[in-house]
């Protein structure tokens, strides 16, 4: 940010000297002004761009990341017929996965808001957490889902069907399986299928598996909330589309639930405590705290390998 305040300050100068020339160069000062003023705007549009992730760049759109005898990131197109979204996705594939013919079991990764499935793979280095737990046996080898959870990077879903808006739920619990199971060597069944997230990702993980435990066998919460923060637009964001509602007046499923917070995350803290208050049999529930550390991705880094070790012991194993 430091960068683009300097270049808006020289900018800025230069657009005050051009004020200061005579009326004879009225037309190269406008122009000078002009072009001043939209490379301010640009320069913030970088760094706003940095910070969310929101419009990915040519560098950032590579189609794999691969290690010659370890793991591969892949990022494909998933065109969804039910929900009627095409989105790009990474599929992280396990070493494992190079040979022979078992098929692996599925953890569906969702993102924050403001953000994509990169914060993951850049932040988070996400890759090789996954490299390590898998090669120390603390988790099975996994197939491992990166999906965007938007059409538009700056409009929140929070994997909600919005009313007169994108269908980002049945593209992520109907379109994206759909689309593994076609694609990958991956089990079909609903005791393979894992969700975990942070921030905003976090409390759709925890809804979906909620919402879908027919289809998801556990879920892991990294900094998440209880209800979103948007109105879905048929008030579900309060009955059925809210955690703490659907554990307090719905049966609860049995499904696994990993709750993670840090202690001086406020509000993150008083949302997962209150969830786990209210969780009770069958749902089985298992909580991590960080001291400190706010609601940051030095936290989401501290918390990964433990959630996914979670996550992997929660689900079925790989099946030859």
Same mark, same amino acid.
């Given at each position: 940010?430091?960068?683009?305040?300097?270049?808006?300050?020289?900018?800025?100068?230069?657009?005050?000297?051009?004020?200061?020339?005579?009326?004879?160069?009225?037309?190269?000062?406008?122009?000078?002004?002009?072009?001043?003023?939209?490379?301010?705007?640009?320069?913030?549009?970088?760094?706003?761009?940095?910070?969310?992730?929101?419009?990915?760049?040519?560098?950032?759109?590579?189609?794999?990341?691969?290690?010659?005898?370890?793991?591969?990131?892949?990022?494909?197109?998933?065109?969804?017929?039910?929900?009627?979204?095409?989105?790009?996705?990474?599929?992280?594939?396990?070493?494992?996965?190079?040979?022979?013919?078992?098929?692996?079991?599925?953890?569906?990764?969702?993102?924050?808001?403001?953000?994509?499935?990169?914060?993951?793979?850049?932040?988070?280095?996400?890759?090789?957490?996954?490299?390590?737990?898998?090669?120390?046996?603390?988790?099975?080898?996994?197939?491992?889902?990166?999906?965007?959870?938007?059409?538009?990077?700056?409009?929140?879903?929070?994997?909600?069907?919005?009313?007169?808006?994108?269908?980002?739920?049945?593209?992520?619990?109907?379109?994206?399986? +759909?689309?593994?199971?076609?694609?990958?060597?991956? @089990?079909?069944?609903? $005791? %393979?299928?894992? *969700?975990? =997230? !942070?921030?905003?990702?976090?409390?759709? +993980?925890?809804?979906?598996?909620?919402?879908?435990? @027919?289809?998801?066998? $556990? %879920?892991?919460? *990294?900094? =998440? !909330?209880?209800?979103?923060?948007?109105?879905?637009?048929?008030?579900?964001?309060?009955?059925?589309?809210?955690?703490?509602?659907?554990?307090?007046?719905?049966?609860?499923?049995?499904?696994?639930?990993?709750?993670?917070?840090?202690?001086?995350?406020?509000?993150?803290?008083?949302?997962?405590?209150?969830?786990?208050?209210?969780?009770?049999?069958?749902?089985?529930?298992?909580?991590?705290?960080?001291?400190?550390?706010?609601?940051?991705?030095?936290?989401?880094?501290?918390?990964?390998?433990?959630?996914?070790?979670?996550?992997?012991?929660?689900?079925?194993?790989?099946?030859?």
């Amino acid at each position: 940010m430091t960068t683009a305040l300097t270049l808006a300050a020289v900018l800025a100068t230069a657009t005050l000297l051009a004020l200061g020339w005579n009326r004879t160069r009225a037309i190269s000062r406008s122009a000078l002004v002009v072009t001043s003023l939209l490379s301010v705007v640009a320069a913030v549009a970088v760094q706003v761009n940095r910070l969310t992730e929101a419009y990915p760049t040519e560098t950032q759109a590579a189609s794999t990341t691969s290690d010659p005898d370890g793991s591969r990131m892949l990022t494909v197109m998933v065109t969804g017929p039910a929900s009627g979204l095409t989105l790009p996705m990474y599929v992280y594939l396990p070493a494992a996965y190079r040979s022979g013919s078992a098929r692996f079991p599925v953890i569906e990764a969702l993102h924050g808001y403001p953000g994509t499935p990169l914060t993951w793979l850049r932040k988070l280095n996400v890759q090789s957490y996954l490299d390590h737990e898998i090669t120390a046996g603390r988790m099975a080898p996994t197939v491992v889902l990166f999906p965007y959870q938007t059409p538009e990077r700056l409009l929140d879903t929070e994997c909600t069907n919005l009313r007169a808006g994108p269908r980002a739920e049945t593209f992520l619990t109907v379109d994206v399986p +759909a689309f593994a199971r076609a694609h990958y060597r991956v @089990r079909p069944d609903r $005791a %393979a299928w894992g *969700l975990t =997230g !942070y921030s905003a990702g976090a409390f759709c +993980a925890i809804n979906l598996v909620l919402r879908h435990p @027919r289809q998801y066998a $556990a %879920a892991a919460s *990294l900094s =998440g !909330y209880a209800e979103p923060g948007i109105d879905v637009g048929d008030g579900s964001q309060n009955t059925t589309n809210n955690s703490g509602w659907r554990l307090r007046h719905l049966p609860q499923p049995a499904v696994g639930l990993w709750l993670g917070w840090a202690g001086d995350d406020k509000q993150s803290a008083a949302d997962s405590r209150r969830l786990a208050a209210e969780c009770h049999r069958p749902v089985s529930l298992t909580t991590a705290v960080v001291a400190h550390g706010g609601h940051s991705s030095a936290v989401w880094r501290q918390m990964e390998a433990p959630a996914f070790d979670w996550l992997s012991a929660h689900l079925a194993r790989p099946l030859s």
